[in-house]
């Protein structure tokens, strides 16, 4: 049985109509925190926001459809999640995206730009408005979701993973300016089973599983349950730091 240890907290989750977000958001329910999730498009998020109500047991859930790559958007879903639940104890940076695929070389600049602006500016831009309005006086936890590929080159998703490489830095950076009192980890999931990643696995599960010494892909919960450790109170002394959830992957040295 899983303990109330976030009890009487409040999570925002951006991206969190389906996949890895949406798993951190019901993990995160299942101990006990109010949860407030974000995503662009408004009826999946409902529907998830209602999916999740039906676990909420004491604690409640809100949906909040915004652009996270947009200011006034991320300004609007902190102040709705402060007027709802009257904290703001954890953020979920989730959101992400890879419009751009293959060698930088001849990679489209806009799509490069706009991969940067909402995995690493948009992330940055929560964390502002958090601290500003409520973290910088009462503290908090964030947690960035990064990737494998921020940590190894790939070749394949490369404007993605400088993408995430810069997340990870601002997650270092973010850790000693913000410290003590809120404490900024990152999450390197390697290939997760979800509807973002499934051109990478889709045509032969099982040679993709094949480079990971645990034999199987990763699922949206083997990402939730780390990220609920990041910003539980077990990991009070924990910051800074950017935990791989990857089978093992780059403990083989590849990618």
Do not use: C
């Amino acid at each position: 049985m899983t303990s109330l240890d976030l009890a009487g907290r409040t999570a925002l989750v951006t991206g969190a109509s389906r996949g890895i977000g949406k798993a951190i958001a019901a993990e995160l329910l299942r101990r006990g925190a109010n949860i407030a999730i974000t995503g662009r498009k408004t009826e999946p998020l409902e529907a998830t926001a209602l999916e999740l109500a039906e676990n909420a047991g004491q604690a409640g859930v809100v949906a909040l459809p915004g652009n996270t790559g947009d200011p006034e958007s991320r300004h609007g879903i902190v102040a709705a999640t402060l007027d709802r639940f009257g904290s703001l104890d954890i953020l979920i940076n989730n959101t992400g995206i890879n419009p751009v695929y293959g060698p930088l070389v001849d990679a489209d600049l806009a799509g490069v730009a706009k991969i940067f602006d909402v995995n690493v500016v948009a992330a940055l831009g929560y964390v502002q408005e958090v601290h500003k309005t409520w973290m910088g006086e009462h503290g908090g936890s964030i947690v960035n979701i990064a990737s494998v590929a921020g940590l190894r080159s790939s070749g394949v998703i490369s404007a993605y993973g400088a993408s995430k490489a810069a997340l990870i830095r601002l997650t270092e950076e973010l850790a000693w300016q913000l410290g003590p009192t809120v404490r900024v980890n990152a999450v390197a999931p390697g290939v997760v089973k979800t509807k973002f990643a499934e051109a990478l696995y889709a045509n032969n599960e099982t040679q993709a599983a094949q480079a990971y010494p645990m034999k199987r892909l990763g699922t949206p919960d083997d990402v939730a349950r780390a990220v609920a450790f990041l910003v539980s109170d077990d990991a009070s002394w924990i910051t800074g730091e950017t935990l791989r959830v990857d089978g093992g992957l780059l403990a083989t040295g590849g990618l």
